[in-house]
């Protein structure tokens, strides 16, 4: 093989690698949003990393092949696996500085959850190797409860203020409902768990949901819906003796 060829072969295995997994995703400012919804880049971003899991019997010799040095790999994972974790990390990065930058306070919190909690539940929907490993998943739960303690410590009558100024059927029962449908910091705080895979169990069917709850019911008090349904949403307890009954 020439050396021109060599040099083409390790341009296009370079761009391949750099094309599925970047660091580069969120540009420093985005328009100002009230959705409380995931960005479109962060779907983009889990819909690309889905296909590269899916292909990786042929990504993985390309990445030992054309390895990225800002990736570090450990024994533990698969290699795909820290570059699934590497993207995910460099994506959560740049968006809460561009939310920080970009978003109001009080709505940069909640976005935050909204784009990491979708995280969580596609890593899941794809089989993500990462959705097995306890302290990748403790982690992404963790910065998810911090955004929600955002608003959990907030001054409530600051906090009925601002959904009031975008909603005037907002009262601060329903605010303090809204508050009561989400905090996981029982879970996270422990150090052991029942049955091996009880965390991951928890997270999916407890976790995830619950937030996704949250969010909605955010979405409703700040966009002036004051619809009083709330979608059911099983304890952990249920979510434990449902899987050893399925079991």
């Known amino acids: 093989m020439t050396i021109e060829m060599i040099d083409l072969t390790k341009k296009l295995g370079e761009a391949t690698r750099d094309y599925y997994f970047r660091d580069d995703?969120?540009?420093?400012?985005?328009?100002?949003?009230h959705s409380c919804e995931p960005h479109p880049i962060t779907i983009q971003v889990l819909?690309?990393?889905?296909?590269?899991?899916?292909?990786?019997?042929?990504?993985?010799?390309?990445?030992?092949?054309?390895p990225n040095s800002k990736v570090q790999v450990r024994e533990e994972w698969s290699l795909i696996s820290h570059y699934i974790d590497w993207n995910i990390n460099k994506l959560e990065a740049s968006l809460e500085s561009t939310l920080k930058k970009t978003y109001i306070y009080e709505l940069q919190g909640v976005s935050i959850m909204a784009n990491v909690n979708y995280i969580l539940k596609k890593a899941y929907e794809f089989g993500f190797e990462l959705t097995k490993k306890d302290g990748w998943l403790k982690e992404q739960a963790s910065k998810i409860q911090q955004c929600f303690e955002q608003y959990y410590r907030e001054n409530p009558t600051e906090l009925l203020a601002f959904f009031k100024q975008h909603n005037e059927k907002v009262?601060?029962?329903?605010?303090?409902?809204?508050?009561?449908?989400?905090?996981?910091?029982?879970?996270?705080e422990k150090q052991s768990y029942?049955?091996?895979?009880?965390?991951?169990?928890?997270?999916?069917?407890?976790?995830?949901?619950?937030?996704?709850?949250?969010?909605?019911?955010?979405?409703?008090?700040?966009?002036?819906?004051e619809d009083t349904h709330h979608t059911y949403i099983p304890t952990?307890?249920?979510?434990i003796e449902d899987d050893v009954a399925w079991r």
């Open 25 to 33: 995703d969120f540009p420093p400012e985005i328009e100002n949003s």
């Open 236 to 239: 952990i307890e249920d979510e």
């Open 47 to 66: 819909n690309r990393l889905d296909i590269a899991f899916k292909d990786r019997d042929i990504i993985e010799p390309l990445l030992k092949t054309y």
């Open 194 to 225: 029942s049955y091996q895979g009880e965390l991951i169990l928890l997270v999916n069917k407890g976790f995830v949901p619950s937030c996704e709850n949250f969010l909605h019911r955010f979405r409703t008090l700040l966009n002036g819906n």
């Open 171 to 188: 009262t601060e029962h329903s605010m303090r409902e809204m508050l009561r449908l989400f905090n996981f910091n029982h879970l996270l």
